[in-house]
């Protein structure tokens, strides 16, 4: 029941955003468009910032449950405000779904999900299920190339990839997306099990990336007259700074320096936002909102969810390879492990001892772990900013 309900949660609320961006877009003229899509994306990339603070505290005071019964109120209020607002401007007659195109891009993103979630823990494709799942994402993938190209109506239209912009964008989206979600997955497990940290305090540290965020959503509001390259420079630039800051993470670390890095890094992503957005819908005709809005979120939540495996799968395998090469050296025959200010308060003469001295190594090898995952993240947001040279601006009459 609870994968249930959790794919029933995915699966309900999906559409929400991109339809919410399809009638923010829709609404505003072109030229308050950049101060409409900066309070849009606040709430966008703020809620799941701010989210894991209020989870952190609930989990912590009261108990994990309160962290789902919390969404209840929430969408209440959500849907009343739906009813009192929102109105239907009303549908296109031969409007219709591309079953065929939806399934099979459906099946293909999910095999592909579960490819690199599951990978490493069955030893990939020595398993049979790796295999099937390898096999059904191609077969599916195939399946629905082929429908797009050919069908009269398909699911996603191709003519949308002619708009240079928008293909731009996409690429840039997706990197956005890996960029964006990947700390708040990576830094709770590694404060909590290398440092010690509580939730709560974890979660004051989730919440200076959310003032960043907010900080740089109002700049790029104000930044809306500007060449939208230029917020889309700094704040990959900023994305990049932070995780050059991670990758010099280590056990001594204050606290005071990862609340640096979470500003620094919700500061870059909310930068990215506006612009991002402009990019991608400046050159679209309005009828074509709605389904690139669609394609925009989908590629957001893709990229995301993919790197983050990329990510855990890297920390993961990284540190077990560098704990069997440390552990080498953990002998009596290495004479460094003779001098007390290599050993400290560690000695090989006892059980306990070794317990502490093999606790100790794999302590450091799971950091070696993470911060090879930080390089991954640090070396996309710099692979994305060539990009940025094939977007095309129009000029201002």
Partial sequence: PLLAYRIGQGAFGAPLVPLSQAIVVGTYPPEKRAMAQGLFGMAVVVGPAVGPVAGGYLAEAYDWRWVFLLLVPLCLAAQALVVAFIRDRG?????????????????????????????????????????????????????????????????????????????????????????????????????????????????????????????????????????????????????????????????GTSVEALAWMGFIQGLGCGLMWVPLSIVVFATLPPERLPEASAIFHLLRNFGSSIFISISVLAAARTARITYSELAEHASPLNEATHWPWTMGAHTLESTEGLMAFA??????????????????????????????????IRRRS
């Avoid at 629905?144 to 690429?171: C, K, M, Q, Y």
């Avoid at 100790?360 to 990009?387: C, D, S």
Wanted: charged share 15%; with cysteine; aromatic share 14%.
């Fill in 91 to 251: 549908r296109q007659a031969d409007a219709r779904l591309d079953w065929t195109g939806f399934v099979a891009l459906g099946i293909a993103v999910t095999c592909l999900q579960l490819l690199m979630d599951r990978g490493e823990r069955l030893d990939w494709f020595d398993s049979r299920e790796i295999a099937l799942l390898a096999t059904a994402m191609a077969v599916s993938f195939w399946v629905f190339l082929v429908h797009t190209f050919t069908a009269e109506r398909p699911f996603i239209s191709p003519g949308l990839f002619l708009d240079r912009n928008f293909s731009i964008g996409l690429v840039i989206v997706f990197v956005y997306g890996m960029l964006n979600f990947t700390p708040i997955t990576l830094l709770p497990p590694l404060l909590q099990n290398l440092k010690g940290y509580p939730d709560s305090l974890i979660g004051f540290l989730l919440a200076t990336r959310g003032a960043g965020l907010v900080a740089g959503f109002f700049l790029a509001g104000r930044m809306g007259r500007l060449d939208p390259r230029v917020g889309l420079t700094v704040g990959l630039g900023l994305v990049a700074w932070s995780g050059i800051m991670l990758m010099d993470f280590e056990l």
């Fill in 359 to 392: 606790g100790e190594i794999g302590r450091q090898a799971t950091l070696i772990g993470y911060l090879n995952a930080f390089l991954i993240y640090t070396v996309a947001a710099f692979a994305a900013m060539p990009f940025l040279l094939f977007v095309r």
